[in-house]
């Protein structure tokens, strides 16, 4: 909404095929600090999927100052030749097929949102995806152009000695006035969002990997030379990526040369841009001394995500970008496999689901919900969603579970084989699986199409030796979308007779079954010998959230016997939630849900060994978002009342067995291995419940104090030493400001462990954190410009600190409504998904609804497109 404008809407049903094609681009990029020159060669002819042969050219372009234009050797004439209408640039009367040069002045320098060429750290990158690419040069900036590459870079060799972008090398030299340059050729056409360059000084870790059909490929990983010692677990991480990808979906890398470079300024992830992905420095950069265990699994995650993508994604691309889960579901559907088979499929999947049902399920009952593949946007960026990602995932992986493995390999090699090097959609996905199963999927693909969770309320009955279990699947209303269609829904279940020993369940003895529900309501009917406990929706078998009311017996039955990992988990935080109700609702105190809770915890406590990091996710009390879902209207304070008090309360109550896991699971020396990890995440559990107790005066502080001053004054692990520090800071306990002074100290030049130091600040609970905030803001070392500083500061406060965000005086939405006026104008990406944080609006209770949609509102006037999209929903 510029000046009160809204914004234009792009819909899917509008779609047309491009009128124009690129066959060949070639670039020129002559980089100078404050003139940098990109000429670009572009082959085009029109496109013979367009009946209506348009024959005015419309080329993207955003931030170009346009220098020439040259059609078949003949310049154009700014007026008469062409126009430049808005950001585009438009050449009527052009003929069937032709060659175009243009040549336009860019800005890198100055470029703060980080779309398109910009500055990061004294090197040069790009982002591309989604519309970067007009940033860089006029273009048709649409996924379903597809075009070859080559590029050649111009700088100046002492400040830049190394030149990369897509495909393999080949051409370099020398220029006059200390210059150089570099070619690079991309054999395989691509979308320009595939695009990428970078130029800068930086060090490399150089290794090999030879593919099942015997190539060698070289993969080189770049950084800044102070990084170098960081870049192991990232190598590894690929190494094991492509083995892993060979094996499991028959996919082989196909170019000679693999690139990961890691930028410090990044406004997500990582991007995997053919052949030279370019990462967030947080997603590849590991060391044991400076990157917790979770920053381990997320560089070895994302790595893999982005190889990845090289087949689905870049060999298969999207035709537009309401497809984008199509190559992002599926990636992610694909990483997800990959972690789970490098580490334990259990606790993996588990994670996953915390994640989609903490995350992704409030987006979907919020104000930002939109399908999987959404009908309409504004602004694209804006789509990058957990909903497109992990809901996608989700959607891929019933796909996989419905077919079993073998029909969905050979349905993902069909998609890939009769795709190759084309832009497709969901509905393509969809086809191959159907080709191959047989299986009709046309209700499945409402998944796509219907926002929304969607709830599965099951009954159940006993009657004459049968087991009734009657499932009613009902989607809420979302934005736009009023009445939904009953989905697909497999429910994958068990029952467990008093001993929690899974019956069987038909006459050749299977003790688990699949239930596909297509009705809005249906029952099934089991005969069993007694009435059981249902074991239900195992291993999340569909995205929905579950209700069925389960009593306490049940689920310590399903907690201590059942087999699956996700229904172990969901019995507890049932357990959890239903404490902490009787604590936000139910007037009980913190302390009288110890006598139900403990035994519970010991049993947990008590085989912990078998599994410690599946006991760690077990013994971890749902967070305060989670719990605030849950009640209406919303009352931060008295949620964060209940949990924290919650916490300190069953660290008193079983002081002496966290203290035994917190002794007994200290390490010596730092192990790398997933075991290891896995018991310094219950170590970290344990210490997180005693320091909970110790600072609130339930225990005396003063062992941990000292126990935890130990780790810090000689950590193992960046995992030890983060947690320590927390554990202090957190509760507030003795000692805490010098710790975290001396942490600031010890780590003042490795930003991204200035990150955690800012974010742990960020975290602590309590209204007056605003204040703290506020001085972050003002630290030095905070920098506006740089996204994984603000995430550390805003982000945590917003998304994280609830007790703090939601100060009753309001101090907390002013500050965010400050911070995302100031952003918004240096990177309205990052502003707009920051605004997010502001969704629970309509949930909060009056007074602090009121005060937040106050602060936003004011926000409104002037607010960049990204911004003003998210503010509009949130707002109404
Ligand atoms: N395709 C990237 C991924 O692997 C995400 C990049 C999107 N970037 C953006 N600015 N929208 O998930
Ligand atoms: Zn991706």
């Not at 993207?60 to 050797?73: E, I, K, N």
């Not at 950084?223 to 990808?245: F, G, I, N, P, V």
């Not at 399908?371 to 969603?385: C, G, H, L, M, S």
């Not at 990890?677 to 970290?684: A, F, H, I, K, T």
Request: net charge negative; hydrophobic share 40%; proline share 6%.
């Amino acid at each position: 909404m510029r000046d009160g404008q809204p914004n234009p809407v792009t819909r899917l049903a509008d779609y047309q095929p491009p009128a124009f094609l690129v066959p060949d681009t070639r670039l020129d990029v002559d980089l100078r600090d404050g003139e940098t020159r990109v000429t670009a060669h572009l082959k085009l002819e029109r496109n013979p999927a367009r009946a209506d042969r348009p024959d005015e050219l419309v080329l993207d372009g955003d931030h170009l100052d346009l220098r020439s234009v040259v059609l078949d050797g003949r310049e154009l004439a700014p007026g008469d030749d062409y126009r430049l209408e808005g950001p585009r640039l438009i050449i009527p009367g052009v003929p069937e097929a032709f060659s175009l040069t243009t040549e336009v002045r860019i800005e890198p320098e100055k470029n703060t949102a980080l779309e398109g060429l910009y500055r990061s750290n004294g090197m040069y990158c790009t982002q591309c995806e989604a519309e970067g690419f007009r940033r860089i040069t006029f273009f048709p900036d649409r996924p379903d152009v597809l075009s070859r590459f080559t590029t050649t870079i111009h700088a100046d060799k002492g400040a830049y000695p190394l030149l990369l972008s897509n495909g393999n090398p080949v051409d370099a030299g020398d220029e006059a006035d200390g210059r150089h340059f570099a070619t690079w050729e991309d054999p395989f056409p691509k979308p320009c969002y595939l695009f990428a360059l970078v130029a800068g000084d930086l060090a490399c870790l150089a290794d090999t990997f030879t593919t099942a059909s015997g190539r060698d490929v070289a993969l080189r990983l770049y950084a800044e030379h102070r990084d170098l010692d960081k870049l192991d677990h990232a190598m590894d991480s690929l190494k094991r990526s492509m083995a892993w990808d060979e094996k499991v979906f028959g996919r082989e890398y196909d170019l000679d040369i693999f690139q990961i470079v890691a930028v410090s300024h990044f406004n997500m992830g990582a991007m995997e841009n053919k052949g030279l992905n370019i990462f967030n420095t947080s997603c590849v950069l590991a060391h044991p001394a400076t990157t917790t265990d979770a920053g381990f699994e997320r560089v070895e995650s994302v790595v893999a995500h982005e190889y990845f993508h090289n087949w689905s994604g870049n060999r298969v691309t999207c035709r537009d970008w309401f497809q984008l889960s199509l190559k992002e579901g599926f990636t992610v559907f694909r990483d997800q496999e990959f972690s789970s088979d490098m580490n334990s499929r259990a606790v993996v999947r588990v994670e996953n689901v915390d994640f989609l049902v903490n995350h992704q399920f409030p987006e979907d009952q919020g104000p930002m919900a939109h399908p999987v593949r959404p009908a309409e946007y504004q602004k694209i960026d804006n789509f990058y969603t957990l909903t497109v990602y992990e809901k996608g995932a989700e959607i891929v992986r019933m796909q996989s579970q419905l077919l079993g493995a073998e029909d969905f390999r050979r349905a993902t090699d069909l998609y890939f084989e009769r795709f190759d090097g084309q832009a497709v959609t969901c509905d393509d996905f969809v086809a191959c699986m159907e080709q191959v199963s047989g299986l009709d999927l046309a209700q499945f693909k409402r998944w796509y199409a219907q926002a929304g969770t969607p709830v599965l309320t099951v009954e159940d009955e006993y009657v004459d030796g049968e087991y009734r279990l009657t499932f009613e699947q009902h989607t809420p209303p979302t934005p736009g979308q009023p009445d939904k269609a009953p989905l697909m829904v497999p429910v994958k279940l068990a029952l467990l007779d008093g001993e929690g020993r899974a019956l069987p369940l038909d006459d050749q003895g299977r003790k688990e079954t699949v239930v596909i529900l297509r009705e809005a309501r249906e029952t099934r009917a089991f005969p069993v010998p007694a009435r059981p406990t249902p074991s239900l929706l195992r291993g999340f078998s569909a995205p929905v959230s579950l209700r069925y009311d389960f009593d306490e017996r049940q689920l310590n039955t399903l907690l201590a016997h059942d087999s699956d990992g996700f229904c172990r988990w969901d019995a507890a935080q049932r357990l959890y939630f239903a404490a902490l109700a009787r604590v936000v609702d139910g007037g009980e105190t913190p302390a009288d849900q110890v006598a139900r809770l403990t035994p519970v915890i010991e049993q947990v406590i008590a085989r912990a060994d078998e599994d410690p990091a599946q006991a760690a996710l077990l013994l971890t009390l749902p967070t305060e978002n989670a719990v605030g879902d849950r009640h209406t209207p919303l009352h931060p304070q008295r949620v964060h009342a209940a949990v924290s008090g919650l916490r300190a309360t069953l660290g008193e109550a079983l002081a002496d067995a966290w203290w035994r896991l917190a002794e007994g699971l200290r390490e010596s020396d730092y192990q790398g291995d997933g075991a290891a990890m896995g018991r310094r995440r219950l170590r970290q559990v344990a210490l997180g419940y005693l320091a909970a107790a110790a600072g609130a005066g339930q225990v005396d502080p003063e062992p941990l104090v000292a126990h935890l001053s130990d780790t810090l004054a000689a950590p193992t692990c960046m995992t030890e030493e983060l947690g320590a520090l927390r554990a202090l800071v957190h509760n507030r306990l003795p000692g805490h400001d010098a710790a975290l002074k001396a942490f600031g100290e010890r780590w003042k030049d490795e930003p991204l462990v200035m990150d955690q130091w800012f974010g742990v600040q960020a975290t602590v609970p309590g209204a007056d954190t605003v204040d703290r905030a506020e001085a972050l803001l003002a630290h030095p070392a905070f920098e506006w410009t740089l996204p994984n500083r603000v995430r550390a500061v805003i982000a945590t406060l917003v998304n994280a600190n609830p007790s703090a965000f939601h100060a009753p005086d309001g101090s907390g939405y002013r500050l965010f409504a400050r911070a995302l006026k100031k952003l918004d104008g240096i990177n309205p990406q990052i502003a707009a998904r920051l605004a997010n944080g502001g969704a629970r609006l309509k949930r909060l209770e009056p007074g602090l609804a009121q005060q937040l949609g106050d602060a936003l509102r004011d926000l409104r006037p002037g607010a960049s497109a990204n911004l003003a999209e998210v503010l509009d929903r949130i707002l109404d």
